[in-house]
DNA sequence: TATGAATGAGCATTCATTCAT
DNA sequence: TATGAATGAATGCTCATTCAT
């Protein structure tokens, strides 16, 4: 029986200005497809964070959203696809991110060092993020490799050419590239994951340095 | 009704021989509570690590288990407790593993070593961990800090004191130890957790030697 | 999977007309909610009037009131909520029914016979009302007072002034109102319960006379 | 799981004394099946009224009769049997109670007057009787005439000939008996009912003198 | 096109009853 | 005989999805 709710929600949603006397009803909205689009992947990752998966209730998102439930699965077939074009759309973000960060330099090592870094500062600036790579990792698993890890697959090449570039220059070990660069994947996929499960844990970005210096000249002392 | 399936299960619980055209129904058997605790919890593992958390229908786990759904709830409160109850069950076996690899060495390197590998030994030999510990992650963070992470924490100080051995001994770099830890740490629990994900990945100890090397030396020459 | 009910139900809800050979799926109806509401309550007062409040399955209150289970708890937030909306919408009716029939009367005394006469009256023609008082009390009296008595004490000082109007007039006994009022509230109370409970028993208002007789004028001769 | 509670039950039981050392178990008691029986209708009766007969839990009662559960079923084939076998009991001290005080005195009037007096005295002493009436009145309507009635019903000759005796004396109106005793029969059964369900209410000794003044002279001024 | 009322499969949990010990 | 571990039918409630308006 909610339907009070609307209420609370109407300036929620986009600010509207309500007529002095108007019912507290939203205005019936025109929207581009893709400003809605938007709007409705916005609201998704922060509940799909919020809540996990499972528990969050396409009824919220549509709410936080400011549209009606039927006007969700309008743009989505079902929860599962709007979940994954969540995710699309996060990983979009931080590829873009990543690689912006990437293309301010030019030295092989400082391009790899940018964006590395930039990937910590985007999780530490949306752990939702976070959050939606694990669920994904989580729930569909069995539907398939997750986007996460397909997208890190689609990557390979674009990156295995800078690892390249620096074993060629003789500043990287001479092993195979995909040891380097899973290795380093998984540093950073770990620490991601571990970032926001103990509250006390310094923000990546704060140990970014540290955690890079190991990946590049390990724990021990040089010999 | 499921009385369709009892045909199935009808050798898996206790060996009886039923005689043809004799009604399918299993005996009910009884058996010590270590017995039935520790049936339920391996059901249990499998299952949540099958379906994920909140999709195992604990009807499942019983049959898996041989017994009845309320025999279920006579050994755990509620579906929560078995599951933290299974993932508890999985670390101190993981542990217990991990010390008796680390104590038949002395250097102190090598107790290193051998911990590490035996744990990606262990996560390879029992996926399910890997899922479980996910599962956990994804589904009761709010709930608190996940096991796997309260654990970790009590395991630093046991841990911090190899580490300081070695940073005296001037074999490891004088980094903070938190620092070395965690960068192992966020490694370990990245690689765990993406070795599941991508079917074609090799298993976790084929990858060990290089990912180890990596975290030792580095993965720049050394100048 | 419970389709087999559709055809019994198919004409309850609608009057629509399924064609010979088409699934006996009812088609989904929207009704306003206030006509939903009543159709809901209606079933529920029948349901928990021949089940009982536990036996009572929402399932057939929904089946009885051709809707799907989900939408009883569109409508109510709980079963307990509903039989409590139920008791409450019998009480409305009760009450109204009652002071119908006083007001129809100008002499206290009238107005008072008229009244008790009006609620024997609809105990008789209601008999599933009397059950859910019944379970009201039998089942809530540990959640606070059933609303039976919470209405009764509502009443009271509507009653109360007709009763003080009788003895003022020398009509009625100088004694406590509220003794004359508990007294004939018992019994009304006790006629009701009991009428239902004891299949040869004369309905209610064929033993209302000597009843109310008893009441004014007492058992014993005058002496 | 309730393993641990044996202990807490083991002096409420039967006070048998735990030797220094032994297990907090109870002693293998042996009594006589009276004694039992008596027992476990004690706990059966003050589980029924305290829970409702739909909520009351066959091993809280186990419990409170310090035995095993199936010992409840050795001793009762039902938790429906267990209740009405309460519900007789209760009624047996009842009757036995109402006929003890009617049989200290000779006047007819003063006989009626004193069995009602018991009963409303036995009430107030016995809150879970009337607890107990009113479940049965709930649950087992629609599984035949309830025990209290039945009782009643076979009551009938013997309370009907002391009603025609206060006729024959010119004492009582001339209506039918039926309608005298039920009259009172109703009367008695409200007031009963009502008694425990306002918190407030003087308890029902404290309003016989009112009551039954009521029943025998009426409310209204004798004209 | 947009809505939200309606749907019903799905699932955790309870507890009367049985039965192996 | 006494026990309590084991059982599984029963049921309230949720929420993804559909569809009448």
Redesign the interface.
């Known amino acids: 029986?909610r339907t009070d709710q609307s209420v609370i929600y109407a300036f929620h949603h986009s600010g509207q200005v309500l007529e002095i006397g108007e019912s507290a009803k939203v205005r019936r909205t025109r929207k581009t497809p893709e400003e809605r689009r938007r709007e409705l992947l916005a609201a998704a990752a922060s509940v799909f964070a919020r809540r996990?998966?499972?528990?969050a209730d396409v009824q919220e998102i549509a709410d936080r959203a400011g549209v009606g439930k039927g006007t969700v699965y309008r743009y989505f077939d079902t929860k599962e696809a709007l979940f994954r074009a969540s995710i699309a759309n996060q990983l979009d973000e931080l590829e873009t991110c990543a690689r912006q960060a990437r293309d301010r330099h030019t030295d092989p090592l400082e391009r790899l060092r940018a964006a590395i870094r930039a990937v910590f500062a985007y999780f530490d600036g949306h752990p939702e993020t976070v959050?939606l790579f694990?669920?994904e990792?989580?729930?569909f698993?069995?539907r398939g490799?997750?986007l996460?890890?397909l997208r890190s697959?689609m990557r390979h090449e674009e990156w295995a050419s800078e690892f390249r570039a620096l074993i060629a220059a003789?500043?990287?070990?001479d092993?195979?590239v995909d040891?380097?660069m899973?290795?380093?994947?998984?540093?950073?996929?770990?620490?991601a994951?571990?970032s926001?499960?103990?509250?006390h844990?310094p923000c990546l970005v704060d140990?970014f340095d540290?955690?890079f210096?190991?990946?590049?000249?390990?724990?021990?002392?040089?010999?």
Chains 1, 2, 3, 4 share one sequence.
């Not at 003789?170 to 070990?173: E, I, L």
């Open positions: 029986m996990g998966y499972r528990s959050e694990i669920q990792r989580a729930e698993l069995h490799v997750p996460y890890f697959a003789g500043r990287m070990r092993m195979p040891a380097l899973d290795g380093l994947g998984d540093l950073v996929y770990g620490a994951l571990s926001t499960a103990s509250p844990r140990r540290q955690l210096e190991i990946y590049l000249h390990g724990a021990l002392v040089q010999s």
